[in-house]
């Protein structure tokens, strides 16, 4: 067994576990307003950012902690605040500009709301005719 190529592959499931992970905290920005809030505002705290929404300040700082953790916002932790650039105002929170990508972070949701439906599936399905079986 190559272990260079176990440890390369470790790599790229942990990244996609963590991948995984950062899309739920992204549709909850998305489905909350909170990319939209920011957008345009400057560096925020967590209580400016959680009153401009009407959100509760202890989840918005969980949740800015996180995206901060992946570089989808800024953290200045002089003052801390946190930043979503521009740059990535146009990804994630305009939805009228051509470079908006939000839109399949909620679908995460649906995805992930059939696996038992596909697991029993697999288990249990008999293929239909014209359906190969190999």
Do not use: C
């Amino acid at each position: 067994m190559d272990l260079s190529r176990v440890s390369d592959f470790l790599i790229r499931v942990a990244e996609d576990s963590g991948a995984a992970f950062a899309g739920v905290s992204t549709s909850i920005g998305i489905r909350l307003g909170l990319y939209e809030a920011m957008a345009g505002a400057g560096p925020m705290t967590s209580g400016q950012l959680a009153r401009k929404t009407g959100l509760v300040e202890r989840y918005v700082l969980e949740w800015l902690t996180a995206q901060a953790a992946g570089r989808y916002v800024e953290f200045d932790p002089e003052s801390t605040t946190y930043l979503l650039p521009d740059e990535h105002a146009a990804v994630l929170a305009d939805p009228t500009s051509p470079t908006y990508a939000a839109g399949s972070f909620p679908m995460l949701k649906a995805f992930y709301a059939t696996e038992d439906a596909l697991v029993e599936a697999f288990r249990n399905v008999v293929p239909h005719a014209g359906m190969s079986a190999a």
